[in-house]
């Protein structure tokens, strides 16, 4: 089993930055290509970013294309997603996942995950 902790969101105005992590435990993560997605309330969980399992490939929403930049460290055991020009419209609980599949591909649909953490909240006010 894995667990995952995602940590670093909060309260930030328009235009400011966050740095989101996702540290893993119980199982070492470096096989598995991991993602971020966010849920607004009332609204379906949407991708955001996604990451293979080496790091070389990444894939981003278009909303957040330019503005935000998903990293892991497998050393680390450890994803991250640095937000910066955040909009109100960023605003959503975050969440880390991971995909068990051992795929080469890092997918952008949330079924396609099969590990979740809890989610951390990020409200940009404007």
């Known amino acids: 089993q894995v667990q995952l902790v995602e940590s670093g969101g909060g309260l930030v105005q328009a235009g400011g930055s966050l740095s989101l992590s996702c540290a893993a435990s119980?199982?070492?993560?470096?096989?598995?290509?991991m993602g971020w997605f966010r849920q607004a309330p009332g609204k379906e969980r949407d991708f955001v970013a996604s990451?293979?399992?080496?790091?070389?490939?990444?894939y981003y929403a278009d909303s957040v294309k330019g503005r935000f930049t998903i990293s892991r460290d497998n050393a680390e055991n450890a994803l991250y997603l640095q937000m910066n020009d955040l909009k109100p419209e960023d605003t959503a609980t975050y969440y880390c996942?991971?995909?068990?599949?051992?795929?080469?591909?890092?997918?952008?649909?949330?079924?396609?995950?099969?590990?979740w953490g809890r989610g951390t909240q990020v409200t940009v006010s404007s």
């Open positions: 996942a991971a995909d068990s599949t051992l795929r080469a591909v890092a997918m952008t649909t949330p079924q396609a995950y099969d590990y």
């Open positions: 119980g199982r070492t993560v470096s096989s598995y290509a």
């Open positions: 990451i293979s399992r080496s790091g070389a490939n990444t």
